[in-house]
Nanobody, 117 residues
Framework: QLVESGGGLVQPGGSLRLSCDVS????????IVWFRQASGKEREFVAS????????EYANSVTGRFTITRNFDKTTVYLQMTSLKVEDTATYSC????????????WGQGTQVTVSS
C-alpha cells in the first residue's frame, strides 16, 4: 500500500507539499497518479508522473500551481501545491498503475487538505 502524508489546514494562497511513499514498489513500469475527492463530489485526476519520470500531466484546474516530482531513488513522489484555493479542499490520494488505461494496482489511504481562512 502507498502512504501519503503532508496534508493539513492552509490559508488561501498558501502552499503545501504532499508526499507519497512508494518505497515498497518499483516505479520502472508504473506511473504514479494523484487524485482528489472533495466532499460530495466524484474523485478527479490531479497530476501524474510517468514510469520514466520524464513525463508529467496535470488537470487544467491545477496547471501552473501544482508540480509533481519524484526523488532520485524513486522512493517518494511529491505533489507541491502553491497558490492554493478554497476549491482545492479535498482528500488527496496517490495511486500506482497505468495512467493510459486508468487502472491502478495500489492506492494510498489519502491525506486531507483543507484550504480555509
Amino acid at each position: 500500500q502507498l502512504v501519503e502524508s503532508g496534508g493539513g489546514l492552509v490559508q488561501p494562497g498558501g502552499s503545501l507539499r504532499l508526499s507519497c511513499d512508494v518505497s515498497g514498489f518499483t516505479l520502472d513500469y508504473y506511473a504514479i497518479v494523484w487524485f482528489r475527492q472533495a466532499s460530495g463530489k466524484e474523485r478527479e485526476f490531479v497530476a501524474s508522473v510517468s514510469s520514466s519520470g520524464r513525463n508529467t500531466e496535470y488537470a487544467n484546474s491545477v496547471t501552473g500551481r501544482f508540480t509533481i516530482t519524484r526523488n532520485f531513488d524513486k522512493t517518494t513522489v511529491y505533489l507541491q501545491m502553491t497558490s492554493l484555493k478554497v476549491e482545492d479542499t479535498a482528500t488527496y490520494s496517490c495511486a500506482l498503475g497505468a495512467r493510459l488505461t486508468n487502472s491502478y494496482l495500489y492506492w494510498g489511504q489519502g491525506t486531507q487538505v483543507t484550504v480555509s481562512s
